[in-house]
């Protein structure tokens, strides 16, 4: 038999439960609730499952006091009292167990699960659940989506399941409601896109759905407490036009932008290449100008992230128009001049340098202190006098490099024919970090 096969059962029990009371708890999830000389617990759980309680059992509250929970239960451990922490539905899917397995020695508790409130809220439709992904809000409030939120917005997360879904269950909380989400979804110009079903109350005896309704109607909506929301896909989102990179130049000039403040697709996409991003990749693009790469690197890392800087305020607004049309709010761009302001942010997998100003030999040496292990530094020049200055500060810090000359060019009408334009040549220059050796 295995070592632990006699090991003593905690005595402490996470013990999931509903709303709907105690006429939800089967005997075996009973009996350690009659026994128990500690109860914690919501104080809406701790008055609903009162009866069950021993007369002399204490409770404990731990509404507002969550921050004490894990060194209640340690000194109720080291006591040997029996604990029952009351936690809602399955207390390891998003919930309390999840949490406290972080914070207490391992073999601490034990748990007995109930069913989910996602799970009731597709029962309640009913709707196969299989195929769905989930999703939790219970975090920080951090206010409405606007324009200019990105990853580090408590809503991000929210994003990133509607664009891998065709149906999402949804944990809402007080502050990150059903309204919430509904104005969320207008703001992206996804109303279209989704429905949403609110389930509200589950378990209960006031239970009530709001069925399959336009995220319009549901932004200026109340909904019960609490409530989980069944997102389904009805349309196409307008992001999936485009693609990923090799966008055409007009698509982020309209008629804002002058022609020195866009990498031409003919050298963005080769710089791509040698930026060689895969999914979850930090990508550094410094010199936004127009946020063509940085918004194309973004396509190519949609569960990473790309950090942008551009000294023009005037071409920071326009970056950030350019991304609300492609919907890639894993992109985040400020206005200064690096390298200040790089500082906080995390080491990159991959940098873009499309503009300096002025700082060119410092900046490539922050960034090459920065860059992780592999990592790969890509560098667009187009006069003489910077590229001599990048290849001498390359060779001073001993990197290797290569170097791309581009010189394409493009057709142009010509009364009823047709001629080539040269383009101006654009050097670019990579290096690679080593990689630790194995």
Known sequence: MGRNAFAMKPSILI?????SGPDSLAPMARHPLERAELVLGEARFLDLYAPLMALGAEKRSFTGNLSQVPQWLEQARLEKRQVVVLATGDPLFYGLAGWLAQKLPQGSFSV???VSSLQLAFASLPLAWSEARWLSLHARDGGEWHEKADFNHPLYPFWCAMNAATILGVLTSPANNPARLGRMLVTLGLENTWRMTVCQRLGMVDAT?????NPSQ???GTFLEPNVVIMQRHGPSPFERWPAFGLPDDFYQKKIFKKGLITRREVRVVSLAYMAITDGDIVWDIGAGSGSVGLEAAGLTPQGQ???IEKNPESVHHCLANRARLGRFNYCIQAGVAPAGLEDWPDPDAVFIGGSGGNLERLIEVVLTRLKRGGRLVINLVTLENLTRTLACLD????SWNMTQTGCAISRSLL???RLEPQSPVWIVTTTTKVAAS
């Not at 013990?15 to 709303?19: A, K, N, Y």
């Open 112 to 114: 007995q699960c109930q």
């Open 209 to 213: 759905l709001w069925r399959d309704g």
């Open 15 to 19: 013990l999931g439960v509903l709303d």
């Open 396 to 399: 001073r810090h001993g990197c």
């Open 416 to 418: 009823d024919m047709n």
């Open 218 to 220: 549901c932004a200026n």
């Open 306 to 308: 790309v950090w942008s």
